[in-house]
C-alpha cells in the first residue's frame, strides 16, 4: 500500500549525448600553428572516416588555428584549402583569432596582447626576418601586418562561429557559463572561459566539447569534453569522433623528449 501512495522517485539514467542519425562529426583541438600535426591528423581522419563507411561528416575546428608554434600562416593557407575541397567544415573562433583580428585593425590593447602570447611567431610565419621584427614598434607593426597577411586570411578568421550545435553536443572554444542558456552566452566566454565553466561538475543542456584549456589528455566530465592537449608544447593534436552516441579518439604527435 504505502508504495502505491507514494511511487519511487528514481529517475531514469539519462541518456548519452548523441549525434543525429546518418551524421558523424570531429572535432578539431587547438592547432596553434602547427601545420605538420594538422596535416598529420587531417589523414588520419580521412582513413578512419573511410574505414566507417558512408555519413555525413562535419569537422569543427575549435579555434585558435594560429599563434605561438612556428606555422600559423601555412596552417590558414591549408585550412582554406580544405573548406573550399569539401563540403561541412566550420570554424569556431578562438580567443587568440580575437586577438589576431584586433592587431590587425590596430587596436592598441590587442596589439600588445597579441605580441605577448604568441603573436611574433605568427608574424615570423608570414615571411618578416626576427630582426626585422624586434625593430618594430606598434605603429609600424600594424603597417607591416597590412602589407604581409594576406585580405584572404583576415576574410577567413573573420567569418568564423562563435557556437556550433549538432545534437546533444555544442562545440564552443573555451566554455559556457553555467545558468545560461546557450542562446544567451556572451562571446566573451566562448572564447576565454575558465572557472565556473571547468569546475562546474553535473549535467548541463548540451555535451559541451572545448578547447582553450590544456590538458595531458581528453579531459570528459559530465558537462564536458576537453580536446586541447598542447600541440605547441606537447607534440599532440588530437581530434574527437562522434556518431550516433559513441565517440573516439584520433591523436597525433608524440611527447617531445
Known sequence: MISRLFPSRRRAPEADPAIPPGERVYAIG???????????????????????????????FLGDLVDRGPDSAAVIDR??????????????????????LGALDGEPKALRLFCRIGGRETVLSYGMAPDDYERLDYEALVNR?????????????????????IGDYAFVHAGVRP?????????????????????????LDKMIVHGHTITPSVET????????????TTGRLTALGLEGDQRWELQTGLPQA
Open 30 to 60: 587547438d592547432i596553434h600553428g602547427c601545420v605538420d600535426l594538422l596535416d598529420d591528423l587531417l589523414a588520419q581522419i580521412d582513413a578512419d572516416d573511410a574505414a566507417r563507411g558512408a555519413a555525413e561528416t562535419s569537422l569543427v
Open 79 to 100: 585550412l582554406i584549402a580544405l573548406a573550399q575541397s569539401r563540403p561541412r567544415v566550420r570554424f569556431l573562433l578562438g580567443n587568440h583569432e580575437e586577438i589576431f
Open 145 to 165: 601586418l597590412e602589407q604581409i597577411v594576406p585580405a584572404a586570411h583576415r576574410a577567413f578568421l573573420g567569418d568564423f562561429e562563435q557556437i556550433i550545435v
Open 179 to 203: 545558468g545560461t542558456p546557450l542562446d544567451q552566452q556572451r562571446g566573451g566566454d566562448l572564447r576565454w572561459i575558465r572557472d565556473p565553466f571547468l569546475g562546474h561538475r553535473t549535467r
Open 221 to 232: 566530465q559530465p558537462h564536458r569534453i576537453g580536446i586541447d592537449t598542447g600541440a605547441y
